[in-house]
């Protein structure tokens, strides 16, 4: 079913139309099979890229489509709709540009954004680490200046698109002080000492390729630093801000197909003499998830509204994750009990879609991480 947006602009209700034609004819058709065959979809990045989707929210002096935040999160819901591992590839993809298109100079700028928001390149979020995921200060991934270069060695964990990845946004201790040792620098890939784990087995996501990253004494340009030393934890965690209302609509745009397919299902499915549908249990059901649909897309426009018009959405980033990903869980386990035993099998997709939603809980910062950060604005703002 689509979505009644309120869009901003014709250009963006224009953008909306082709979003929809691509995800009906190139994204949608795939998926289950990609899915089933853990297949990486770099094809359908290429697409994306080539229609200008995966630098929506960047300048266009750069590349970028120039689309507010409100807008870029619609389309990237509509993706993820059609298809969740691309829909979150493209969130990751946008946040792997942030640190450069927000903290860069503007001689990093000219030099490297418009490759990475023009389409033909993907990216990489490089943060976590083995030990280090909640606690970003725990970072021991190292690099040392040499010269007119920087030395990385370390261990990168869970990163989306591994050795799919053109760039990556890698974050390393340059100090030994917790929070302002650590930076942020733009490395290519190919680069000698970069190499990869096996990817992980993964609950859900199975298109969505993610690995471990080893730096063996990988040499990059000094030039090639975001922001000035001491830097990347501000960086990592004002991106994360903004990559968290990514993965809330994604969530959303998994929840929307979850709900069109019990809906669908619902009206076709005959019992006692009737639709399933005509039963106030499933009718209350589908109640409740269209009511979390709905409540998760005001949420995470919201926190978008707020970022473009430049005022803070700390906490409104966090509450529209914990609040779109948590609906997105309860919406898809409550599709397949719509279609009850059917919901349970590989031969209708509700039981992917509950795979699926039990990551949003977990990457970009988990969901009680998320109400840490909640509850200390709270407290903040009273004391």
């Not at 058709?29 to 359908?44: C, G, I, L, V, Y």
């Not at 859900?204 to 990347?232: F, K």
């Amino acid at each position: 079913m689509a979505v009644d947006r309120l869009l901003p602009t014709d250009e963006s209700v224009d953008l909306l139309a082709l979003v929809r034609d691509l995800c009906e004819h190139e994204l949608a058709p795939h998926a289950a099979h990609a899915e089933e065959t853990e297949a990486f979809p770099r094809d359908a990045f290429r697409t994306l890229g080539k229609a200008g989707l995966l630098g929506l929210p960047y300048p266009e002096q750069y590349g970028g489509a120039e689309q507010p935040y409100e807008v870029y999160l619609q389309m990237l819901e509509e993706i993820a709709s059609a298809w969740m591992s691309v829909g979150v590839g493209v969130s990751v993809h946008t946040m792997t540009s942030y640190g450069l298109a927000t903290f860069g100079s503007d001689e990093q700028k000219a030099r490297l954004l418009p490759d990475m928001v023009g389409g033909e390149l993907l990216g990489a979020y490089a943060l976590s680490e083995p030990q280090a995921g909640s606690d970003i200060s725990s970072m021991t991934t190292r690099a040392v200046r040499d010269g007119d270069s920087y030395v990385l060695n370390g261990t990168k964990a869970w990163i989306s698109h591994g050795p799919y990845a053109d760039f990556f946004t890698t974050f390393a201790r340059t100090s030994d002080d917790r929070k302002q040792g650590i930076s942020a620098f733009h490395v290519p890939a190919g680069v000698d000492g970069l190499s990869f784990g096996a990817p992980e087995r993964k609950m859900g996501l199975t298109g969505s390729t993610t690995t471990l990253v080893n730096y063996d004494d990988v040499r990059v340009p000094a030039a090639n630093l975001i922001g000035a030393e001491g830097d990347g934890m501000r960086i990592a965690l004002s991106a994360l801000d903004s990559g968290r209302l990514g993965i809330a609509a994604c969530a959303v745009g998994l929840a929307q197909a979850a709900l069109d397919l019990a809906t669908s299902y619902a009206l076709e499915r005959q019992q006692f003499g009737q639709s399933i549908a005509d039963f106030q249990g499933i009718q209350f059901l589908l109640a409740d998830m269209a009511a979390a649909v709905e409540s998760g897309r005001a949420t995470y426009l919201h926190a978008a509204r707020r970022r473009d018009l430049g005022r803070t959405f700390t906490r409104e980033a966090a509450i529209a994750k914990l609040v779109c990903t948590d609906g997105a869980m309860k919406v898809t386990t409550d599709a397949v009990q719509v279609l009850g035993g059917y919901g349970y099998t590989r031969e209708f997709p509700a039981e992917r879609y509950m795979r699926e939603a039990k990551v949003t809980q977990i990457f970009e910062g988990t969901n009680q991480i998320q109400r840490l950060v909640i509850s200390r604005d709270v407290l903040r703002s009273v004391g």
